[in-house]
T-cell receptor, first 115, second 113 residues
Framework: AQSVTQLDSQVPVFEEAPVELRCNYSSSVSVYLFWYVQYPNQGLQLLLKYLSGSTLVESINGFEAEFNKSQTSFHLRKPSVHISDTAEYFCALNAGGTSYGKLTFGQGTILTVHP | DVKVTQSSRYLVKRTGEKVFLECVQDMDHENMFWYRQDPGLGLRLIYFSYDVKMKEKGDIPEGYSVSREKKERFSLILESASTNQTSMYLC????????????FGPGTRLTVT
């Protein structure tokens, strides 16, 4: 069985500060990893994904995540956050590329950016 | 852009009522999913479907059933709503081939009183 653990339930930061949202996973087979973002009163939007190839993946709004197989991690980082980044972030994995694309989600991290 | 729509944003029902939550996607996706989202628990998979009339249980199927009569529509049914089913319900869809990200609807916040 696979699992995803997001190590921080809430992360408060000041605007323009760097941030890291931590995600660790457990799986006995190969994994495909995703970060989703949920703004208040909305559904989830895909932020970025790791399927294969380069272990560093980037989003269009300045976030990046690095797949680290030895540490079974997929932490999300941004060097300088904006007020508009305030949202809940979910890490998710698909294990083995099978089971019709089912995803296992972490518990979520609420990022609050203060002015 | 893939559009996943859900029939209601907010719903209030009484204990014991039969509740239908509808989800429609417009991009010919084979896979569709129903999740519930609760604070501190993330998203938990209730049921999913990989083809018309095909369904499989997720992690928390008790108290729920689903129906998929057409490819674009996936319904979640609460046969007899209970207060512990008060939650946010999210529908998602994805293409069958290879690993694809899921596309989510806006969610339905269900309150059972």
């Amino acid at each position: 069985a696979q699992s995803v653990t997001q190590l921080d339930s809430q992360v408060p930061v000041f605007e323009e500060a760097p941030v890291e949202l931590r995600c660790n996973y457990s799986s006995s087979v190969s994994v495909y990893l995703f970060w989703y973002v949920q703004y208040p009163n909305q559904g989830l939007q895909l932020l970025l994904k790791y399927l294969s190839g380069s272990t560093l993946v980037e989003s269009i709004n300045g976030f990046e995540a690095e797949f680290n197989k030895s540490q079974t991690s997929f932490h999300l980082r941004k060097p300088s956050v904006h007020i508009s980044d305030t949202a809940e972030y979910f890490c998710a994995l698909n294990a083995g590329g099978t089971s019709y694309g089912k995803l296992t989600f972490g518990q979520g991290t609420i990022l609050t950016v203060h002015p | 852009d893939v559009k996943v729509t859900q029939s209601s944003r907010y719903l209030v029902k009484r204990t014991g009522e039969k509740v239908f939550l509808e989800c429609v996607q417009d991009m010919d996706h084979e896979n569709m999913f129903w999740y519930r989202q609760d604070p501190g628990l993330g998203l938990r998979l209730i049921y999913f479907s990989y083809d018309v009339k095909m369904k499989e249980k997720g992690d928390i199927p008790e108290g729920y059933s689903v129906s998929r009569e057409k490819k674009e529509r996936f319904s979640l049914i609460l046969e007899s709503a209970s207060t512990n089913q008060t939650s946010m319900y999210l529908c998602a869809s994805s293409k069958a081939a290879r690993i694809r990200a899921q596309n989510f609807g806006p969610g339905t916040r269900l309150t059972v009183t």
